[in-house]
């Protein structure tokens, strides 16, 4: 099994009234039980909606002028990143993995785009929340899910604050938590 940690930046809170603006995503990778982390993939896209919220913009740091310039159009990023997760997946039986670290907000972008431009969505409509499985492997309650708490609950290395906020960084740190986690043995409920 191939799970993709998938981080997105974004112009605002939801689809299409804000934009789409980068992906990230790392690769981990279930290889009977032994969980290693795999290749990172990055791109840029180019804005296509009107909406640039301030505090969205000023979060990601990314520069709306810039993209619309330089960002790549958005299906050909789509397209690139369903090539990705292909190579990435090849081997495995089962459907690539989607997860996020508040999936809600990344899944809802990524799945909207990929409709938007009728598209496969390679992740279908299923998905893990890390901070839904953080809830429930480490007893914990939501408002303690966040990856600062998470990077000392699990003793990972402190993010990088240059790079936070960068999609395939973001992605790339998320895959820790998530591989952290599934060898976290579960609190008792009993």
Not at 1 to 20: K, Q, R
Not at 43 to 61: N, Q, R, T
Not at 85 to 94: A, L, M, P, Q
Request: proline content about 6%; some cysteine; glycine content about 8%.
């Amino acid at each position: 099994m191939v799970y993709f940690c998938i981080d997105v930046e974004a112009s605002g809170p939801v689809p299409p009234l804000f934009n789409l603006l980068s992906i990230g995503a790392t690769a981990l990778h279930d290889e009977n039980g032994a969980l290693r982390l795999g290749e990172s993939f990055y791109v840029e896209l180019k804005p296509i909606f009107p909406g640039f919220d301030p505090g969205a913009m000023k979060v990601c740091g990314l520069d709306a002028k810039r993209l619309e310039r330089e960002g790549v159009e958005p299906r050909d990023a789509l397209r690139r990143l369903s090539e990705w997760v292909r190579k990435h997946n090849r081997g495995s039986r089962e459907r690539p993995v989607f997860v996020g670290h508040n999936a809600v907000f990344d899944w809802g972008y990524i799945a909207y785009y990929y409709r938007h431009f009728e598209l496969s969505n390679p992740f279908g409509y299923k998905g893990i929340d890390s901070k839904s499985l953080a809830m429930g492997r480490l007893g914990l309650a939501w408002t303690k899910t966040s990856k600062e708490n998470l990077q000392r609950l699990l003793n990972l290395e402190p993010q990088d604050p240059a790079q936070v906020h960068r999609a395939d960084y973001d992605a790339w740190y998320q895959a820790l938590i998530l591989k952290a986690l599934l060898e976290t043995e579960p609190v008792s409920t009993s």
